[in-house]
């Protein structure tokens, strides 16, 4: 189970997104992917309240914490490897969060169009 090549949306090495918690399907803290990866857990997302509550509402809660499972649960501000489908799903709703391109793995581009999530970008230097 290999990760992908490491390159983000903009064709650059993938950063990190986070390490507390750490995230990413490897939790390496970053989003790299394989093709066991079937969420495609590829966009850096930062968290917000409006999102983690529509999250919820769509049965993956990610706010409650999971202790056994080592999961502090996430709070707004939290950088987290979304699935790329769900960060879809929130954008079309209104509520996607802000997204962290330079931490977003290449393969987010196979279900998310670029224009969508450079729409959502933080701002520079705010990573």
Known sequence: MDPEESINVLNGPLAICGTDPVTGFFRDGACNTCAADQGSHTVCAIMTAEFLAYSKYVGNDLSTPRPEYGFAGLVPGDPWCLCAGRFLQAADEGCGPKVNLDATHKRA?????LQILQAHQID???T
Do not use: K
């Not at 581009?109 to 169009?113: E, G, H, R, T």
């Open 109 to 113: 581009l196979d279900i998310v169009p």
């Open 124 to 126: 520079p230097g705010q």
